[in-house]
């Protein structure tokens, strides 16, 4: 029973390049989040979805999308990478009680 | 902001001893949940506590809640080594019970 499964697990990109980090849950669980984490800043939400098809805007949204075509999958795209989306990207899934699964991070670093 | 907030920032302990660390809050919640980040990994969960609720124990851990001063604390009990990790509080509130804000957590290191 892996949880949640996030890829890649780290990734340097470049400044204006793009890329998706996927989300997988195999607990069929209905709610899915993305978060960042950064230095001195906690974890702040990005986007979540509440159910298949569904995407909401979390506290910080700009310069990342969202989709969750498939119930088990959440991914998080960035079009256009810049500087200040450095950071550690976790997902997480509930069903919504009682406490989210995290999964392990994804370390992304644009230079 | 709608975070909460922990106190202190960083603690240090020997082993044995107990940790406590607070959360304060400036909103009405829903729930109150604290959970534990070791270094380089995934948060997990510890503990949930309704806003109706007082007090919740699991094994070790100790969780308080007084809606009143909008406050909770984490109590570990004979800490261990292995108790060494960041420890964060989250805040369900407003008309979610599922949508977590987390604070940015409490360093908590426990010598042998």
């Known amino acids: 029973n892996a949880g949640v499964t996030q890829t890649p697990k780290f990734r340097v990109l470049k400044t204006g390049q793009s890329m998706t980090l996927l989300c997988a849950q195999d607990?069929?669980?209905?709610?899915m989040y993305w978060y960042r984490q950064d230095p001195g800043m906690g974890l702040r939400l990005i986007h979540y979805?509440?159910?298949?098809?569904?995407?909401a805007k979390g506290e910080v949204p700009d310069g990342y999308n969202v989709s969750r075509l498939k119930k088990q999958n959440f991914l998080l795209g960035l079009e256009s990478a810049a500087p200040s989306q450095t950071s550690v990207y976790f997902c997480?899934?509930?069903?919504?009680?009682?406490?989210?699964?995290f999964g392990s991070g994804t370390r992304l670093t644009v230079v | 902001s709608q975070q909460g907030e922990e106190d202190p920032q960083a603690l240090s302990i020997q082993e044995g001893e107990n940790a406590t660390m607070n959360c304060s809050y400036k909103?009405?919640?829903?729930?109150l949940q604290w959970y534990r980040q070791n270094s380089g990994r995934g948060l997990v969960h510890l503990i949930l506590?309704?806003?109706?609720?007082r007090e919740k124990h699991s094994g070790r851990l100790r969780v308080t809640l007084d809606t009143s001063k909008k406050s909770s604390s984490l109590l570990i009990t004979a800490s261990r080594a292995a108790d060494t990790a960041s420890y964060f509080c989250?805040?369900?509130?407003?008309?979610?019970?599922?949508?977590?804000?987390f604070g940015k957590g409490t360093l908590l290191t426990v010598n042998p």
């Open positions: 607990m069929n669980h209905e709610y």
């Open positions: 909103t009405s919640i829903n729930n």
């Open positions: 997480a899934s509930n069903n919504p009680a009682p406490g989210y699964t």
């Open positions: 979805s509440v159910g298949e098809g569904t995407t």
């Open positions: 506590i309704r806003s109706n609720e």
């Open positions: 989250a805040l369900a509130f407003g008309g979610s019970n599922y949508k977590l804000t």
